[in-house]
């Protein structure tokens, strides 16, 4: 049978696969600051026989495999860069250990996302190991800037690296943790800077308060109480520029399905307004909070603070295929969302799905709860099972078809 020499192969890679996850846990990768774990990448695409291996001007790395047509391409993508290990010293051993604890390996980024990319990685091997043919073209990419919630890195990859070698992707799963299940979208959250400004200071900062006090009590219009992290306020600061004094409030809240910036933008402005007139001739403006950031290649950008809600129609044909893959492979099946209960926390189907128009979902070995918290780690059998299920996913969209359907449905 087909799959059962790919999974005998999938689990042949077990270790190498752990090999890699550990030396990645080991590499320190913050965000903008991934230039040396995109190295170790290199490297193991590169001695484990990828068609193509590149390195694009942004700090991403790619490794292809080819098919025999020139499409379709499916993109499977994980992020190089980590959060921060906050309170590393309450850990139980240090964040970049990368300890192999029983079935378990630990470290920063084990679950969100290196667990993810080494499966990924370890999947194209095993689909070429098995000798599957491709119709189409794998291609895994491992980014950059992305847990900042800017997603440079995918951004540069669709627009100009995949473009620039011939390549346009149909569909994309992401390694974000899933804990195997086959994931179609989450809410999502963005910072607003709220910009008061007028001549005397008093009237800003009695202005500030006010309207930080009102953010606070009415939770800035965010969703009901649901168990999630909905909203947080930063306190004002008060600076000047020339005759004007202006105070920043910067503004972290929850987006719902179907939510449009423009429209939060514009309630906040509005209540904001109001609290603000009471203190005198204080101007008002809201807008996107952005920041200027320098990749680890030296190249800068501005960008908004935004991280939109996205969905993957849980009935569509990317889903039903995925869905037909695993069952096919003897692999659970099992749709669901991210939860993100806490703000700052997404993916990159954002900027995939709703702006680049690509079909994503999500499949990967790491537990959600996990990320960006203490003693963060993933199960190795989970690894495992994601090496094969990623296998089976991509040979189902771009392999050979053996189902009786075209890999031109979508």
Request: hydrophobic share 40%; charged share 20%; glycine share 12%.
């Amino acid at each position: 049978m087909m799959y059962d020499l790919l999974r005998s192969r999938a689990a042949a890679l077990t270790q190498p696969a752990i090999d890699l996850l550990v030396e990645l846990i080991q590499t320190p990768s913050l965000s903008l600051q991934e230039h040396q774990v995109a190295g170790v990448v290199e490297r193991t695409m590169r001695v484990f026989g990828f068609d193509r291996v590149v390195r694009d001007d942004y700090g991403n790395v790619l490794g292809l495999m080819l098919g025999h047509e020139s499409g379709p391409t499916l993109l499977a993508i994980s992020h190089l860069d980590t959060v921060a290990a906050d309170f590393a010293d309450s850990w139980q051993r240090s964040p970049h250990s990368g300890t192999i604890d029983g079935d378990r390996v630990s470290g920063v980024g084990a679950a969100d996302c290196k667990g993810g990319l080494a499966a990924q990685i370890f999947a194209a091997v095993a689909l070429k190991r098995s000798l599957l043919p491709l119709r189409g073209n794998l291609v895994v990419a491992a980014t950059v800037a992305e847990e900042n919630g800017a997603a440079l890195g995918v951004r540069a990859l669709i627009s100009e690296t995949l473009p620039q070698l011939g390549l346009v992707p149909q569909y994309a799963i992401l390694g974000e943790p899933t804990d195997l299940g086959v994931y179609y979208g989450h809410e999502g959250w963005t910072t607003l800077s709220i910009l008061l400004e007028g001549r005397d200071a008093f009237q800003v900062e009695d202005a500030a308060r006010a309207v930080h006090e009102g953010l606070e009590l009415s939770g800035a219009g965010s969703a009901p109480n649901n168990g999630k992290e909905n909203f947080s306020v930063m306190a004002p600061r008060l600076g000047s520029g020339g005759p004007r004094i202006h105070s920043e409030i910067r503004l972290t809240r929850r987006l719902l399905h179907g939510e449009q910036v423009g429209n939060v933008i514009a309630v906040t402005r509005e209540c904001a307004g109001l609290r603000a007139r009471a203190a005198g001739s204080v101007g008002v403006e809201v807008d996107l909070a952005q920041e200027r950031q320098r990749l680890g290649t030296g190249q800068t950008r501005t960008v908004s603070k935004l991280t939109p809600a996205w969905s993957t129609d849980p009935f569509g044909p990317l889903m039903e295929r995925s869905h037909h893959a695993l069952r096919a492979a003897g692999c659970t099946v099992r749709p669901g969302q991210w939860v993100l209960d806490r703000l700052g926390m997404g993916t990159a189907g954002g900027v995939l799905v709703n702006e680049l128009r690509i079909p994503t979902v999500g499949y990967g070995p790491g537990c959600e709860k996990a990320a960006h918290a203490r003693d963060e780690s993933v199960e190795i059998g989970k690894v495992t099972e994601a090496i094969y299920g990623t296998a089976a996913i991509a040979h189902g969209l771009v392999g050979i078809p053996v189902y009786g359907w075209s890999s031109d449905e979508i």
